[in-house]
């Protein structure tokens, strides 16, 4: 057993939830009277209600995500194969169909979206009707209903439809509530706040419900929050608690302001309670969870009290494994006043103890939660030690476990945390995971109103370096720097500037206390360095090829003065408004003459190529740049690149590609299996899998929602990439949606390859040609 401080805390020192368990606490009949309430609350906090309250009347817009809408109306067109204008004559027939009942209720929904105005734009009422009436049409039931013709309607008529989707999504929470997140509605809060606390499998939707709404959801919970009835009273408190959490307990409250003075105060005396109320169906207490026959506890590391320092005593440690096995998808009420007792380090500490028992055990089923307890607990240690688990564990079939761990590091919610999440999801070689690790970032990112990348501009750590980009490291009588080569890999020079193979061991002349430290110092500046190093080359490669842009007081702020990422942006050429400038070592600007370049304080952002890219400051393309010129400046000061700008090869399309719609010179050749999956790490992406398990091709982002796309013959298979050893190049297209892998050659398809940027065209070209000279021949 390990050691632990001998002294024991005072009951009243214990976060209450560890003192006095619910689930230990006599039934209500038996209960002496000084027994604590049956709800973890203050004594008058039931007695404080304000019954009679309504909610907010009246429509309110829906609420939508950037291009969230568009989206929506896109899945009607879903597995349509002729994309009709509104004057095509087979519309006259499709009326006469609906209005006679032959087309079926699916159908109909589609219509009613992607139908003329003249002759569709009446017809809502009728088929509200209809689907009421499933046994007349076709036989189709409203469960049948789904996405792709709810979601639409959802898009395309609002409020009007909000019956509908609203009994879809009840129905089947887990596959259609997301229909409803749109919707800021009482009837639908309600069903929120229920899924919150009684759903597991609609945590999900029910939690990015209010993450949207926020604090404008407030006036629809207070009603049942201070109402008589306990149950949907509970389920609007839990939904409170977790606005709260995001929002404050001053901005809930502030909202709850328009039912009253008494009801504002009421609210915020409720958030500012000790223990939050109790959440129906995901802690029940009569049924604590059992610890597990392999865990042994009395071997983990006791958390520590903040107050003291004093260690937990073994039943309240044993308590707390209860607790986290009741927190699989939510923590338990008290959970947070255990963060808040007790020391971080020593939570993280005992928190990882206890997943490295599991992992120890061989991961026996039902380990949900102490994947999930990491995240409660756990802090940028933990972060570190779990990602390379998390990255394993798809290759050993593990994908929940892996799906987990995503949430976990969201969860903590750190920036190395955030950092590592956002390395997986830029490079993975699971395309689950890593789509899982994009969907999670994304989520941080809206919460902090940012895109993704603008989120990983802000993440990226200076791990304690100086402000010269450089650390000091203090032998005592001597002393080194540490700098950073092209590839951001540290290195040592000497007093007199002269670079070492490695830093030397400390020796019995150094300071004893000083030398180690410093030498255990910059091991782990070499540790942490290594972990990002990849990912921020890998991002401004992408920003170039992309057309990324950053306002001038972002690109000081994120490059040239921060401490680690300013020996990569020195090694590039930089461009804005048409002129190109790289960053000098004294951190000034210069242009390829080396003549001081003036970067105005103020100029436009474009996001990408392609609309106003001469506007703001990004990574200068070959195309953009006189790459003789620079070259011969980057030779003359012996400037190593972290990846090829100034030699990467540039590309054109013919006259002949520039009008056609397939880019036939590289269609029919065979390349191996493994050239293909590189591509993912250049910004092309695996299409989904078909019915049959295989993914039909690659495809490549570009413009306003366009996509390159190649199809492969035979396909990779999902789960086994190496199953199909040769994939052929069947053909090369440009496509509106990813939807129609299968439609070889589509009337309707006009895009034709001239709508590439120059810039996108040439790296397209670079990466087939590159295919082609791996083809098979």
Not at 287 to 298: G, M, N, Q, R, T
Not at 389 to 400: D, F, L, N, Q
Not at 616 to 630: E, R, S
Request: proline content about 8%; aromatic content about 8%.
């Amino acid at each position: 057993m390990n050691d632990h401080p001998p002294v024991l805390p005072a009951t009243g020192a214990l976060p209450r939830v560890l003192a006095d368990p619910p689930w230990l606490r006599a039934p209500k009949k038996d209960r002496p009277k000084d027994a604590l309430p049956k709800e973890a609350l203050p004594k008058d906090a039931l007695a404080t209600l304000v019954p009679g309250l309504e909610p907010p009347c009246g429509e309110r817009p829906l609420i939508w995500e950037p291009g969230e809408r568009d989206r929506w109306i896109e899945k009607a067109s879903f597995m349509l194969f002729v994309d009709r204008t509104h004057d095509d004559p087979w519309w006259d027939g499709a009326h006469e169909r609906f209005l006679s009942g032959e087309m079926d209720i699916k159908q109909q929904a589609r219509e009613l979206v992607l139908g003329p105005e003249h002759l569709f734009g009446d017809l809502l009422p009728l088929f509200l009707e209809r689907v009421d009436e499933p046994g007349r049409w076709s036989g189709i039931q409203l469960d049948d209903l789904d996405d792709y013709q709810v979601m639409p309607l959802v898009a395309w008529f609002g409020h009007q439809v909000l019956d509908v989707a609203y009994r879809v999504a009840k129905r089947r929470p887990a596959d259609h509530g997301e229909t409803l997140l749109p919707f800021l509605d009482a009837e639908v809060a309600r069903l929120m706040a229920d899924w919150l606390v009684r759903l597991k499998s609609a945590q999900e939707v029910s939690r990015a419900w209010f993450a949207r709404h926020g604090a404008t959801a407030v006036p629809y919970l207070v009603p049942d929050a201070l109402g008589e009835r306990r149950a949907p009273r509970d389920k609007a408190r839990a939904a409170l608690h977790l606005i709260a959490s995001e929002a404050g307990v001053d901005e809930v409250a502030e909202a709850a302001r328009v039912h009253g003075d008494p009801a504002a105060g009421t609210v915020a005396e409720l958030l500012a309670s000790e223990v939050p109320v109790e959440r129906p169906g995901t802690v029940p207490r009569s049924k604590p969870s059992k610890i597990p026959a392999w865990l042994d506890v009395e071997a983990l590391p006791r958390p520590l009290l903040r107050d003291g320092g004093t260690a937990l005593p073994p039943a309240a440690v044993g308590h707390l494994v209860t607790v986290l096995g009741m927190s699989a998808d939510v923590p338990y009420p008290g959970l947070d006043e255990v963060r808040e007792k007790c020391a971080p380090d020593s939570l993280a500490d005992f928190a990882w103890a206890l997943f490295q028992a599991w992992r120890d055990a061989g991961e026996p089923n039902g380990g949900g939660w102490l994947i999930a307890q990491l995240g409660w607990l756990g802090d940028d240690a933990t972060a570190r030690r779990l990602t390379p688990v998390i990255r394993e564990w798809p290759g050993k079939g593990s994908h929940a476990k892996a799906t987990r761990g995503v949430g976990a590091l969201a969860e903590i919610g750190t920036d190395v945390a955030l950092i590592l999440l956002s390395a997986m999801a830029r490079k993975n070689r699971y395309q689950g995971l890593q789509g899982q690790a994009q969907e999670k970032i994304e989520e941080v990112a809206r919460r902090r109103g940012l895109s993704p990348d603008r989120l990983a501009d802000r993440l990226v750590p200076d791990f304690g370096l100086d402000a010269q980009g450089g650390m000091v490291l203090d032998y005592g009588p001597r002393r080194f720097l540490s700098g950073f080569d092209e590839q951001l890999k540290p290195f040592v020079t000497d007093e007199a500037g002269r670079r070492l193979r490695t830093l030397p061991k400390p020796g019995a002349k150094d300071d004893p206390e000083l030398a180690p430290a410093a030498h255990r110092r910059f091991a782990a500046l070499k540790k942490d360095v290594r972990a990002v190093a990849a990912d921020q080359i890998l991002r401004l490669e992408s920003a170039m090829v992309t057309g990324r842009r950053w306002t001038p007081d972002e690109f000081r702020t994120f490059f040239v003065h921060h401490p680690l990422l300013r020996h990569l942006a020195r090694r590039l050429v930089w461009t804005t408004g048409g002129r190109s400038f790289r960053i000098a070592e004294d951190l000034t600007f210069a242009d390829a003459t080396d003549d001081p370049f003036d970067l105005p304080d103020a100029v436009g952002v474009a996001g990408e190529i392609g609309a106003g890219a001469e506007a703001g400051v990004g990574v200068a393309h070959p195309l953009d740049l006189d790459v003789k010129a620079w070259s011969d400046t980057f030779a003359d000061y012996e400037i190593l690149q972290p990846f090829p700008q100034l030699a990467r090869p540039v590309h054109e399309l013919t006259d002949t590609e520039r009008v056609a719609r397939r880019l036939e010179r590289f269609q029919g050749i065979t390349v191996p299996f493994g050239a293909i999956l590189a591509l993912t790490q250049r910004d092309w992406e695996r299409g989904v899998p078909q019915d049959s398990g295989v993914e039909p091709g690659i495809s490549r982002p570009f413009g306003d929602g366009l996509h390159v796309l190649v199809d492969l013959e035979p396909g990779i298979a999902a789960g086994s990439p190496d199953a199909f050893a040769g994939q052929k190049l069947v053909q090369i297209r440009i496509a509106e949606t990813l939807d129609h892998w299968w439609e070889l050659d589509l009337d309707g398809d006009s895009h034709r390859f001239g709508e590439l940027d120059p810039v996108t065209a040439s790296e397209i070209l670079a990466d087939l040609t590159e295919l082609a000279a791996r083809a098979d021949r």
